[in-house]
Nanobody, 111 residues
Framework: QLRLVQSGGGLMHPGESLRLSCVAPEIDFSIYTTGWYRQVPGNERELVAQLTGAGKTLYGDSVKGRFTISADNAKHTMYLEMNDLKAEDTAVYYC?????WGQGTLVTVSS
């Protein structure tokens, strides 16, 4: 199990922006595919965004154009920039790399 430590999250209003971070000291982002997932109680964990080692990105349909995944190898950190948040973005968000998961962070979007 690799160490992935998340930060960020909290209570947001619709339309606001938020950035999640995931520190992963053992991950070389230029080699491995990493991703962000989210889960609502009672539902399966779903892919939000994915970043390959070559820099290619993939986004879930519901977040395209609003969320951006990125990584900084020098800081051993991956990010999820979330803009124009909506109530339906409310979930626990997890970072993922090489079979390991972050601890999860709750994002609640409510007016």
């Amino acid at each position: 199990q690799l160490r992935l430590v998340q930060s960020g999250g909290g209570l947001m209003h619709p339309g606001e922006s938020l950035r999640l971070s995931c520190v992963a000291p053992e991950i070389d982002f230029s080699i491995y595919t990493t991703g962000w997932y989210r889960q609502v109680p009672g539902n399966e964990r779903e892919l939000v965004a994915q970043l390959t080692g070559a820099g290619k990105t993939l986004y879930g349909d519901s977040v395209k154009g609003r969320f951006t995944i990125s990584a900084d190898n020098a800081k051993h950190t991956m990010y999820l920039e979330m803009n124009d948040l909506k109530a339906e973005d409310t979930a626990v968000y997890y970072c993922h790399a090489r079979g390991s998961w972050g601890q999860g962070t709750l994002v609640t979007v409510s007016s």
